[in-house]
């Protein structure tokens, strides 16, 4: 089992950063995959960006060169920076880990990230 805690969240004015943590309890190093995802009101939960255990990562489009995934096994902790920040960014953030066997994904509960104009 692994339990997922995200912090980090908050309101920003639009040009500003963030940095999400995503604090693991449990197997962490059995994690394949972690990822954040988003969802803004009215919306579906969207991918942002992934890193694999390996060091792959990838980036939803409109996030790419602005936002960096990374995880810090010692920590047992993943992160996002997040950076120029724009009012589309407005969400709330779910952190988002996958082993792929045996296949088991697991949520955080999320953290609101505002963006101001």
């Known amino acids: 089992q692994v339990q997922l805690v995200e912090s980090g969240g908050g309101l920003v004015q639009a040009g500003g950063s963030l940095r999400l943590s995503c604090a693991a309890s449990g197997n962490f190093l059995s994690i394949d995959v972690m990822a954040w995802y988003r969802q803004a009101p009215g919306k579906q939960r969207e991918l942002v960006a992934s890193v694999h255990s390996h060091g792959s990562t990838t980036y939803k489009d409109s996030v790419k060169g602005r936002f960096t995934i990374s995880r810090d096994n010692a920590k047992n902790t993943g992160y996002l920076q997040m950076n120029s920040l724009k009012p589309e960014d407005t969400a709330i953030y779910y952190c988002?880990?996958?082993?792929?066997?045996?296949?088991?994904?697991?949520w955080g509960q999320g953290t609101q990230v505002t963006v101001s104009s």
């Open positions: 988002n880990a996958n082993r792929i066997f045996p296949p088991e994904t697991y």
